[in-house]
């Protein structure tokens, strides 16, 4: 069954890093771009980054570029997401998401995980 | 950027009829376009792609149809667990790969 399990989110300070993290299973990760979406609460949902199944291609949504890096480890068959600088604007839970066939950036996203909430308050 | 507007907000509707949700492209992305289902607390879910191709396992009383600027979610006849909400996707022209702000089906 294929699977992904985000963990790392919690509260921050307005200022402040976290980092999260994506566990993939049941696919071979290392041929799979995959993504992060997030949804603020009661809000819709807006696409955060993307990178290619080598590392090779990242790209970034404006409102985070130079504040959120997009990493992956395909030997611990893993997605992160690094967020430094937090604002209050990125509240949100966060979604790592699969492209849903390996190779080339087909960019619907088929799964998603379960998602991980950030919040970011003093 | 490409600007993706749903209509109508909220749909209303009782079980068992059917329901038809809008989604407008700012440009055009061709067929380039998804849709997904997001109930209270989960993750959102892939319906349609391709403007008109259902995902493994959804069922056919989802339909999409469009191409170009207009695109149509149909639920030919709801059912009690149809109740969410939905969201287009373009994925035509990126960065950015943009979201629509989604159409509520409720219960009437």
């Known amino acids: 069954e294929v699977q992904l399990v985000e963990s790392g989110g919690g509260l921050v300070k307005p200022g402040g890093s976290l980092r999260l993290s994506c566990a993939a299973s049941g696919f071979t990760f290392s041929s799979y771009n995959m993504n992060w979406v997030r949804q603020a609460p009661g809000k819709g949902l807006e696409w955060v980054s993307s990178i290619s199944s080598s590392s090779s291609y990242i790209y970034y949504a404006d409102s985070v570029k130079g504040r959120l890096t997009i990493s992956r480890d395909n030997a611990k068959n893993s997605l992160y997401l690094q967020m430094n600088s937090l604002r209050a604007e990125d509240t949100a839970v966060y979604y790592c998401a699969r492209d849903p066939s390996p190779g080339k950036y087909y960019n619907w996203f088929d799964p998603w995980g379960q998602g991980t909430l950030v919040t970011v308050s003093s | 950027e490409i600007v993706m507007t749903q209509s109508p907000a909220t749909l209303s509707v009782s079980p068992g009829e059917g329901a038809t949700l809008s989604c407008r492209a700012s440009q055009s992305v061709s067929s380039n376009l998804a849709w997904y289902q997001q109930k209270p607390g989960q993750a959102p879910r892939l319906l349609i792609y391709g403007a008109s191709i259902r995902a493994t396992g959804i069922p056919a009383r989802f339909s999409g149809s469009g191409s170009g600027t207009e695109f149509t979610l149909t639920i030919s006849i709801l059912q009690s667990e149809d109740f969410a909400v939905y969201y287009c996707?373009?994925?035509?022209?990126?960065?950015?790969?943009?979201f629509g702000g989604g159409t509520k089906v409720e219960i009437k």
């Open positions: 996707q373009q994925y035509d022209n990126w960065p950015p790969l943009t």
